[in-house]
């Protein structure tokens, strides 16, 4: 899709605030622990690069990304040195790709490591391969589930030793963004009986996505795989505070490109469903859902001059309309998230109102859509 620079309507990245929350989480890291960027879908729609960088000069140390082209991505980009992981699961014909970018790439079992040897032996890829071991202590997703099948795998790895490089193993935890500890401390104690049967532990140990960092340290761990607090947003939604405040980095503006005053009869968008029962003053702003702004939005509200103005009629594919307490100009400033004059609407609150979480509109948020950064002195950075 087109990236849309001659419209108004862009999502504008603050790197200050990106770096803010970093460093943060890297001034609580114990001795030795490093920090990790999770940068995939396109560092949830922030940008990959930019945010890259940005993590970068706050001290993380390496990349997490789902899939093997944004693996990719980073090394063509210049980010050639540090490691990059690969969180989902690479099909073994990719050992070419692999090796030559040099990814670190999750493995699951012991049928991957023998079509990636055999593979490996075909296409003549002499490195040996970066990897970390997925273990499922109760996420139901991917990875070795029990200690006897980490110690089946300990055993036939040690056979071919000379084809990969054992670099880390992880889990992911399933509830650590809940107040209820209940099947945390489960899968905890489920990774801790894998990890026992491990005769020698590489050299990362990671339990940690941001909701484990910032509610449950785990000390044998030395890794964190930080994504969502780094974008300045709460793991949990509102269900738990963080120990230290989270800055968003994300916002989203427009500008009224048309205002009038539409007459009583009327109605507003398609299906009719708003109607104007006296004179009202309706804006239009050119955004839509192939913005990523969905229909559910209809009835949610925008700040124009620091006031909330509500949607009014369904959001179409690339316009929406909203209701203004009187005429403003035309060119008008909007803020569909973000603070103006005072006054603040978060993804949080947006996601609330689409019954979904902001992950989910981050990443949602469409190419169409300029991505605009900037830095600022404002953030306040804190320390310990
Ligand atoms: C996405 C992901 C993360 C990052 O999670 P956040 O909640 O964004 O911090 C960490 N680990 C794995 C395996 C993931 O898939």
């Given at each position: 899709m087109v990236v849309a620079r001659n419209r108004n309507g862009q999502i504008l990245i603050n790197e200050t605030a990106i770096e803010t929350n970093v460093h943060n989480a890297v001034t609580r890291l114990q001795p030795g622990t490093e920090l990790f960027a999770v940068v995939k879908a396109d560092a949830y729609g922030h940008g990959a690069i930019q945010v890259a960088q940005a993590a970068l000069r706050a001290g993380a140390t390496g990349f997490c990304v789902a899939v093997l082209d944004e693996a990719i991505q980073l090394r063509q980009a210049g980010f050639v040195s540090q490691p990059i992981l690969v969180l989902g699961l690479t099909d073994e014909t990719k050992v070419d790709l692999i090796a030559k970018y040099d990814i670190t790439v999750t493995v699951a079992d012991v049928t991957w490591l023998r079509a990636a040897a055999r593979l490996k032996h075909e296409l003549r890829v002499e490195k040996s391969l970066k990897f970390f071991l997925a273990l499922d202590?109760?996420?139901?997703?991917?990875g070795l589930q029990t200690p006897t099948e980490v110690r089946d795998f300990d055993v036939n790895l040690q056979q071919m030793q000379d084809e990969f490089d054992w670099q880390g193993l992880y889990t992911h935890f399933?509830?650590?963004?809940?107040?209820?500890e209940q099947y945390f401390n489960f899968q905890l104690q489920n990774f801790r009986a894998m990890l026992a049967v491990i005769e020698c532990l590489p050299r990362y140990v990671s339990v940690a996505n941001s909701a484990a960092d910032l509610w449950h340290p785990v000390p044998?761990?030395?890794l964190v795989r930080y994504g969502i607090a780094m974008y300045?947003?709460?793991?949990?939604g509102t269900a738990i505070k963080p120990p230290f405040s989270l800055q968003p980095a994300l916002s989203l503006t427009s500008e009224l490109v048309s205002v009038r005053q539409v007459v009583p009869g009327r109605s507003i968008g398609y299906g009719a469903t708003y109607s104007v029962i006296k004179p009202t003053w309706i804006g239009t702003i050119p955004l839509g859902y192939a913005d990523?702004?969905?229909?559910?939005?209809?009835g949610f509200s925008v700040l124009v001059n620091g006031e909330r103005c509500p949607i009014v009629g369904r959001v179409c594919m690339d316009q929406m309309m909203v209701k203004l307490p009187g005429s403003v100009p035309v060119h008008t400033p909007v803020t569909l998230i973000g603070t103006d004059h005072g006054e603040t609407i978060t993804l949080q609150e947006m996601a609330e109102q689409c019954q979904t979480i902001h992950y989910e509109l981050a990443c949602g948020f469409s190419q169409r859509l300029p991505r605009v950064y900037y830095q600022t002195n404002l953030a306040t950075k804190e320390s310990r």
């Open positions: 202590s109760g996420m139901g997703r991917i399933a509830t650590a963004d809940s107040p209820d044998e761990a030395n300045g947003l709460n793991p949990s990523g702004l969905r229909r559910s939005l209809q």
